[in-house]
């Protein structure tokens, strides 16, 4: 039996992937490593806690002996790290927590698996890595020779990761992959992302707080998409290689939200332009060619699929973002946004 460890699994990316695990692979060992930081919610992992080849371990990839101790007893065949201060925004306010999480923790991973033989390292990084893109060139796109230049604390921590994960396969050897994926969406995405945000807000017909005039686009992901990249990287990708995610869905921040002003039926007056986020990366888009010559990788879901399932799911699953909402988040979304 094949046995992956997955880090970050009690967060937004991580759970789905560990579902996706659980329904796609019935026969491999899942063990799931996250020290549940805001961003964690074990409740989210509440089904997959209930099957007995599911594991999960409290603990903080940064630290060394109870990562040592978990791969000395789960032996995993492959890691995929998810582990990660995400939110730029919070990386903007207090940088510091980035760097560790984000590069020494990977680094701890990385000891650990070359210690115990592990077959394949993922790392799960991020388009933000290659900056952004002028907004009236879209012939320009993210490839994965777009040389690496960040603008966040967040970006600049995910990219000094890739090069040390680079540097290990080259160093060492060890057999690593990384892949780099556009905005995601989907179930269980912490609201302080764009999307559950802007559901949440307009579910309680509070302001709809848009950056600068809304314009910077992203390119969006179903979470489930994702998932399965990362699965054939993993089974068929090759060791050393770079893959980019993406699947041609650029967006501008305001027409999502006016989006979902739409289809949950309420006024477009609810948005309200705010001061913009310092450093805004005005475009990403990503050129998925090599994922889907070499792997086959192409989306599955259509944008149109994929938002109208985000939002049933939130409007369906309201009991897990109002706890969210209801708690230290109030502090955060006040300091955020309070005096903006
Ligand atoms: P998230 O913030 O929702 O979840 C992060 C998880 O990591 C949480 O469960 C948290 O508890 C855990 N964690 C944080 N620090 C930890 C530590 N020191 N030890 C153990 N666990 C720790 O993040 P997400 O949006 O699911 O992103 C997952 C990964 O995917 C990140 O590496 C991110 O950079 C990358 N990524 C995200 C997107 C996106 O659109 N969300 C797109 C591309 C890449
Ligand atoms: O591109 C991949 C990245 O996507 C991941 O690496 C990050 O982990 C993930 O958080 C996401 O980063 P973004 O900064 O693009 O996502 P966010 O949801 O924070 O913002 C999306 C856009 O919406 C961005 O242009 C800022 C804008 N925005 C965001 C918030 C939270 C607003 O206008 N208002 C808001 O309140």
Redesign the pocket.
Known sequence: MQTILV????????ANYIYYLLEHHPDVRVIC?????Y???LSTLAEALKKPTFTFYK????DREAIFEIFEKEKPDCVV???????VDRSIDNPGVFLT??IL?TQVLMDACRKYDVARFHQ????EVYGDLPLDRPDLLFTEETPIQTSSPYSAS?AAADLLVQAYHRTYGLPVTISR????YGPW??PE?LIPLMIANALHDKPLPVYGEGLNVRDWLYVDD?CRAIDLIIRNGTPGEVYNVGGHNEMRNIDIVRLICKALDKPEELITYVADRKGHDLRYAIDPTKIHEELGWLPETPFSEGIEKTISWYLENREWWETIISGEYRTYYEKMYGNR
């Open positions: 880090t970050g699994g009690a967060g937004f990316i991580g490593v996250d020290v549940l930081t961003a964690g919610n603990d903080d990839i940064c790290n998810f582990a990660a201060e995400s939110h999480t984000n923790g799960v990084s991020t388009d995910k994926c556009s905005n995601n995405q912490f992302k994702h």
